[in-house]
T-cell receptor, first 110, second 112 residues
Framework: TQLLEQSPQFLSIQEGENLTVYCNSS?????LQWYRQEPGEGPVLLVT?????EVKKLKRLTFQFGDARKDSSLHITAAQPGDTGLYLC??????????FGDGTTLTVKP | KAGVTQTPRYLIKTRGQQVTLSCSPI?????VSWYQQTPGQGLQFLFE???????NKGNFPGRFSGRQFSNSRSEMNVSTLELGDSALYLC???????????FGDGTRLSIL
């Protein structure tokens, strides 16, 4: 069973601060995805990373896939209140199974 | 392009009853995955269907079952409901199997 550990579990910061969320596993994944979920809604896919060492940017969000494809990070620059939400990572295997982390609840205060 | 549609949005049942939830994927998507989300357990994988065939199944009891129709719409059934089945049930559709992409807003199931 693949386990994905996300840290921190909760994060509360002021608008304008930077933050990093981590997603770690002892298993190798063929790809990894990051989602953001807001209350009352389903998760929304932010990015999919496939290649070890890959870095993708989405405006103020930077996603990195570890060289060994076992871990990933999400860095947000100059966080805004609109970034508030539950951030989830999900690892996918070649066998076609997806495992989700428990999520990081981010609160950005104005 | 219409997104993933789940019905109903909210459902209240009592212990012992059974329930059927529906998921209509994005047009052209043949993969539908189902997840249970609870505060304590996070997102737990239930099963995935691709072209009417169950491809993968999570570690849930046999009370949880599903199916997919030829138009890719999927249903999930839970029989003999227990209090612990209270959760948000999410489905996700994608073009390819094994990689959930687009989630619906879920069905909030409450068991009394």
């Amino acid at each position: 069973t693949q386990l994905l550990e996300q840290s921190p579990q909760f994060l509360s910061i002021q608008e304008g601060e930077n933050l990093t969320v981590y997603c770690n596993s002892s298993s190798v994944f063929s790809s990894l995805q990051w989602y953001r979920q807001e209350p009352g809604e389903g998760p929304v896919l932010l990015v999919t990373v496939v290649t070890g060492g890959e870095v993708k940017k989405l405006k103020r969000l930077t996603f990195q896939f570890g060289d060994a494809r076992k871990d990933s990070s999400l860095h947000i620059t100059a966080a805004q209140p609109g970034d508030t939400g539950l951030y989830l990572c999900a690892g996918n295997t070649n066998a076609g199974k997806s495992t989700f982390g428990d999520g990081t609840t981010l609160t950005v205060k104005p | 392009k219409a997104g993933v549609t789940q019905t109903p949005r909210y459902l209240i049942k009592t212990r012992g009853q059974q329930v059927t939830l529906s998921c209509s994927p994005i047009s052209g998507h043949r993969s539908v995955s189902w997840y249970q989300q609870t505060p304590g357990q996070g997102l737990q994988f239930l099963f995935e269907y691709f072209s009417e065939t169950q491809r993968n199944k999570g570690n849930f009891p046999g009370r949880f079952s599903g199916r997919q129709f030829s138009n890719s719409r999927s249903e999930m059934n839970v029989s003999t409901l227990e209090l612990g089945d209270s959760a948000l049930y999410l489905c996700a559709s994608s073009l390819t199997a094994g990689q959930p992409q687009h989630f619906g807003d879920g069905t909030r199931l409450s068991i009394l």
